[in-house]
C-alpha cells in the first residue's frame, strides 16, 4: 500500500493570501488526485494531478484558483489561491496505484480568516 | 452518472453491540466498491474492498459483501469498540473513473 504525506497539516490564513500544499507518495501511483472536505461533509474531488502536464479539473473548480502542478510520479502540489473564508476545508491528496486502490494523505486543515 | 448513498447518521451504538450501516450505489456495469474509515482529525484509511458479484471484503472484524442484486455493499461488524468511532464512506469507481463517494456516516460508540 502507499503511504502519502502531506504538508502543512494545518493552517491558519488570513484572506487574499495564497497557500501550497504539498504531497508526497512513497512508492509510485499512476494516479494522483486532490479532495476537498468541507467540515462535516463528504469529499469533493478538485481534480486529477497529470504528471508534467495541467490538471483535470471538476466542474466547479478552476486552474487559477487551484493551480496543481505534479513535477514527477510522486510528489505533488495544490495552491489555494486568493483565499476567502469560504477556502476552509480540510484538503486531502490522494494517490491510485496499479491494482486500483486509492490511499489517502493525513489531509491539510487550512482556516481562513 | 454513478453515484452512492449510506445510511444517514449519526448512529450510536453501545460497545459490543452489532452495527450495520447501509450502503446502496447506482452504477452502469460492474463498479469496484470500498469501505473507507476517517478517524477523528486524520484522513481516510481504505478499510475493506470488493471488485466483483458476491465477493467479501473483510478487514479488523468489519465485512460488505457484493450484492448485484439489491446493488447494496452494506458495513457490518458483529461486536463494535469505542475505538470504532470513526465516519465511514461507502465509494465506487469504475476502472480509470473516479472515486465517487457517499455522504458518509458518523459512528459513535459509547463503552
Known amino acids: 500500500s502507499a503511504v502519502i504525506s502531506q504538508k502543512p497539516s494545518r493552517d491558519i490564513c488570513q484572506r487574499g493570501t495564497s497557500l501550497t500544499i504539498q504531497c508526497q507518495v512513497d512508492?509510485?501511483?499512476?494516479?494522483m488526485f486532490w479532495y476537498r472536505q468541507q467540515p462535516g461533509q463528504s469529499l469533493t474531488l478538485i481534480a486529477t494531478?497529470?504528471?508534467?502536464?495541467?490538471?483535470?479539473?471538476e466542474s466547479g473548480f478552476v486552474i487559477d484558483k487551484f493551480p496543481i502542478s505534479r513535477p514527477n510520479l510522486t510528489f505533488s502540489t495544490l495552491t489555494v489561491s486568493n483565499m476567502s473564508p469560504e477556502d476552509s476545508s480540510i484538503y486531502l491528496c490522494?494517490?491510485?496505484?496499479?491494482?486500483?486502490?486509492?490511499?489517502f494523505g493525513p489531509g491539510t486543515r487550512l482556516t481562513v480568516t | 452518472g454513478n453515484s452512492v448513498t449510506q445510511m444517514e447518521g449519526p448512529v450510536t451504538l453501545s460497545e459490543e453491540a452489532f452495527l450495520t450501516i447501509n450502503c446502496t450505489y447506482t452504477?452502469?456495469?460492474?463498479?469496484?466498491l470500498f469501505w473507507y474509515v476517517q478517524y477523528p482529525g486524520e484522513g481516510l484509511q481504505l478499510l475493506l474492498k470488493?471488485?466483483?458479484?458476491?465477493d467479501k471484503g473483510s478487514n479488523k472484524g468489519f465485512e460488505a459483501t457484493y450484492r448485484k442484486e439489491t446493488t447494496s455493499f452494506h458495513l457490518e461488524k458483529g461486536s463494535v469498540q469505542v475505538s470504532d468511532s470513526a465516519v465511514y464512506f461507502c465509494a465506487l469507481n469504475q476502472g480509470a473513473q473516479k472515486l465517487v463517494f457517499g455522504q458518509g456516516t458518523r459512528l459513535t460508540i459509547n463503552p
Open positions: 470488493a471488485t466483483k458479484a458476491d
Open positions: 490522494s494517490g491510485k496505484d496499479r491494482a486500483d486502490e486509492q490511499y
Open positions: 452504477a452502469t456495469g460492474y463498479p469496484s
Open positions: 494531478a497529470n504528471q508534467g502536464s495541467e490538471a483535470t479539473y
Open positions: 512508492s509510485q501511483v499512476t494516479m
